[in-house]
Structures are given as C-alpha cells and as structure tokens.
C-alpha cells in the first residue's frame, strides 16, 4: 500500500501560478506512475499529467504548454509535481494525486482545491 500527502493548493488570481506535490511513502517500489487528475463541479475526473518511472510524461491537451509535470525519488518516497503556470479560471477543480502500481491498481489522494479567480 503507498500513502499519499498532497499539498500546494489554493487561491490564485487568472495569469498566476502554482504547484501542486504529492508525496508517496510507503510501497515506492511498486509505483509505477504517477500523475494528477482534476474534478470539476458537474465534470467527470479528467487526466492533467501523468509521469512514468522512467520519466515518460503525458499532458492533456487543455493544460500544454501551461502545465508540467516531473517527479524526485529518495529510497523511500516518490514525490511528483505539477507546475501550473498561466492559470485561468476553468483550471478551478480539485486536483488529486494518482499513482499506478505495475498491477494496474491505483491509489489517490484526497484532493487539493485549485481556485483560480480575480
């Protein structure tokens, strides 16, 4: 099982940035991807980006160019972040923390607010 801690959220104004962590402890060594997802009030939960352990990345279309995603190991964590540059306000959801084991099971996070808003 791998624990998620996420932090980095909250208020920006549109044009502002911020980034989002997702610390994962636990069985690291089993993790192979992972990425942050967004839930908007009304939408279904949509991929943001994703990174592979081998640093392979997918960004959706809605957020490229404005967004990034990379990720830092230690023996025991796995820590990825996504760099939200550019915000506008159809970027406000809650963003949650993903992560892929090599069986194809996920874990998630519970959710970060990102509002972007003047």
């Known amino acids: 099982q791998v624990q998620l801690v996420e932090s980095g959220g909250g208020l920006v104004q549109p044009g502002g940035s911020l980034r989002l962590s997702c610390v994962a402890s636990?069985?690291?060594?089993?993790?192979?991807?992972m990425g942050w997802y967004r839930q908007a009030p009304g939408n279904q939960r949509e991929l943001v980006a994703q990174?592979?352990?081998?640093?392979?990345?997918?960004?959706a279309d809605s957020v490229l160019g404005r967004f990034s995603i990379n990720r830092d190991s230690t023996e025991s964590t796995m820590t990825v972040y996504l760099q939200m540059n550019s915000l506008k306000p159809e970027d406000t959801a809650v963003y949650y923390c993903?992560?892929?084991?090599?069986?194809?099971?996920?874990?998630w996070g519970q959710g970060t607010q990102v509002t972007v808003s003047s």
């Open positions: 636990g069985r690291v060594f089993s993790i192979y991807a």
């Open positions: 993903n992560v892929v084991n090599y069986g194809g099971l996920s874990d």
């Open positions: 990174i592979t352990r081998d640093d392979r990345t997918t960004v």
